[in-house]
């Protein structure tokens, strides 16, 4: 399901079929937690906006409005409109995120809503339910994603549970494929690597997890709060032990520059809020850096956010309206704006994949890298 179509030392640029269509790699997946874009943008939109996969969130869709109705209604894909290939996660960020709210055993993680306080319980059996429910393409084994920092210890236990864990999401999915009113009996899983900033760790769980040739693997438990260098370390440790004929999934990352750094370092897919989170608060990405609206400096700028941009807010609108929105808290500049982000997200992967074809990647990177970090 994963063909390489060339590489650049460890860069490469592939194709992934699904279920639900072919993902060009190296891919951005745009993040609709609660089974749509925060800032008004539908999942028509996406197309526009060069979006491969739709990520929806697993524990926030159980809370509301249940998968078990989901379900009813006829998947995520019927429930959005989005006809593309669907990645739901598991429900293990939020053992990392909503770590006051529960605990974790053996059998799976007891939590507390953050909507009204009831308990939940869910083990691996139970998050690859609610993801059968919800008929996501790609489901997300079920793991813990430790604290940073966390002690060897601790890290190493929760990373030997983890790979029990993915047998038991296995075991499970496979039964649930099997079933006659399953939403989508070719659903697909990947495992999830874990083990902190411990290198050794790190390579014996991808030693174990490797074994149960899963259709992908991600690299989890990172981007929360270490040093980018140690990150990058991590993904060298990790790269060497991944199979080079699955699609590596780096989770939760991250900036243009991760993104550029981890594709040199033999990525495939990213995620991450930051294009969609960061718009709402006025940043931009653009060509020549980031630019921050709220600054009066854009005040009475009549040229658009990034002139080498083509996204329907480039093309229609001008910096000064943007901004006229940001500070009117008008709803509409949520949509312009995110909407401008997300298709930058997507052009640069479009642009990576080109120069990966054409062996220009590395000096795309050295040309790129230092600029698309830079605030304007």
Same mark, same amino acid.
């Given at each position: ?66 998968? !078990? ?6 998947? /995520? ?19 990392? !995120? ?60 929760? !990373? ?51 074994k149960l040739d ?17 990150? #990058? =370390? ?6 060497? #032990? ?55 400096? #854009? ?13 329907p807010t480039c093309q229609n ?14 709803? /509409? ?11 930058? #997200? ?16 590395? =000096? ?13």
């Amino acid at each position: 399901m994963f063909k390489i179509l060339c590489t650049e030392h460890n860069a490469r640029r592939g194709e992934f079929q699904t279920p639900h269509g072919t993902v060009q790699t190296p891919a951005f997946m745009n993040v609709a937690t609660s089974a749509a874009i925060k800032g008004g943008v539908s999942a028509f939109d996406l197309k526009e906006l060069k979006c491969q996969i739709m990520l929806c969130n697993t524990y926030h869709l159980h809370i509301r409005p249940g998968d !078990s109705l989901i379900k009813q209604l006829g998947g /995520l894909h019927k429930f959005t409109g989005w006809d593309g290939p669907i990645l739901t996660d598991s429900g293990g960020f939020q053992v990392f !995120s909503l770590a006051p709210l529960r605990k974790i055993e053996e059998e799976g993680v007891t939590f507390s809503s953050h909507v009204d306080g009831k308990r939940i319980f869910m083990g691996p059996e139970e998050s690859m339910q609610i993801q059968s429910n919800l008929g996501s393409t790609i489901a997300m084994a079920f793991d813990e994603c430790v604290e940073n920092p966390a002690s060897y210890d601790y890290t190493k236990k929760s !990373s030997e549970r983890t790979i029990r864990w993915l047998y038991r999401c296995k075991a499970e999915i496979d039964r649930l494929n099997s079933l006659e009113d399953t939403l989508n009996r070719q659903q697909l899983l990947f495992g999830i690597n874990q083990g902190s900033i411990y290198e050794d760790l790190r390579i014996e769980n991808m030693k174990q997890i490797s074994k149960l040739d899963l259709p992908g693997y991600a690299i989890g438990g990172l981007a929360v709060g270490e040093p980018a260098e140690v990150m #990058y =370390r991590i993904i060298d440790a990790v790269i060497p #032990y991944m199979p080079e004929n699955k699609p590596r999934y780096l989770m939760g990352v991250g900036t243009p520059a991760n993104i550029l750094e981890a594709v040199d370092r033999g990525i495939d897919i990213f995620d991450c809020v930051m294009p969609s989170r960061n718009a709402r608060h006025g940043h931009l990405f653009t060509s020549v850096g980031i630019i921050n609206l709220n600054n009066k400096k #854009y005040e009475s700028d009549t040229g658009p956010i990034d002139p080498n941009c083509d996204c329907p807010t480039c093309q229609n609108h001008s910096r000064a309206y943007l901004r006229h929105l940001l500070k009117s808290g008008e709803l /509409l500049f949520l949509r312009l704006s995110v909407m401008h982000n997300l298709y930058f #997200y997507n052009t640069l992967m479009e642009r990576i994949r080109f120069h990966l074809e054409n062996n220009t990647f590395k =000096r795309f990177k050295a040309e790129n890298i230092e600029v698309l970090s830079r605030r304007i």
